[in-house]
């Protein structure tokens, strides 16, 4: 049963860009950032710490919008979303035993396995491709006379246009 009736985040009404909230159990700190896309829209971007120690436990850039729900006995849910890259994402995170699982991703649909939390950075990325490391990994791929090539025929197109110019 959750602990909030509503979704976090609240906007604070003071107009601040960025506050905190801890978790009802006092394990997790949430640092909020608020930061403006095109046409007016907020962005709600989510840190989270561990209260204790500060270490941290999700950090993600200024376009992951959120939505946070506390459940019971130190856990939350995430559900993330990213203003300029493909993807989405609902997650379950358990402070106590730190562990996360996604909450759309098993066959049948429901909610995958628990997996150790030291790997939660990496499979909101994975959820999330940049456009640019998406470029980036399909050049790689490309076979490696490819780029040689492609500067050869770049020099010779350069040099012919070089001695037509004379």
Do not use: N
Not at 74 to 82: A, D, N, Q, V
Request: net charge positive; glycine share 6%; proline share 8%.
């Amino acid at each position: 049963m959750a602990s909030a009736a509503l979704p976090s985040p609240a906007l604070p009404e003071d107009g601040a860009e960025a506050w905190d909230e801890l978790s009802p159990d006092g394990r997790t700190l949430v640092r909020w950032q608020l930061s403006h896309g095109r046409m007016s829209h907020m962005i709600v971007t989510p840190a989270c710490y561990d209260a204790e120690t500060g270490a941290a436990i999700l950090r993600l850039d200024s376009g992951f919008d959120a939505q946070l729900r506390w459940l019971d006995h130190g856990r939350f849910s995430l559900h993330l979303r990213h203003y300029w890259r493909r993807g989405a994402a609902a997650i379950e995170i358990d402070r106590k035993a730190d562990r996360f699982r996604l909450l759309e991703d098993a066959v049948p649909p429901g909610p995958g396995p628990w997996v150790p939390i030291e790997r939660l950075h990496r499979e909101v990325e994975a959820r999330f491709p940049s456009p640019a490391r998406a470029a980036l990994a399909k050049a790689g791929r490309a076979p490696h006379w490819r780029i040689p090539a492609g500067l050869l025929l770049a020099a010779l197109a350069a040099a012919v246009v070089w001695r037509l110019s004379w």
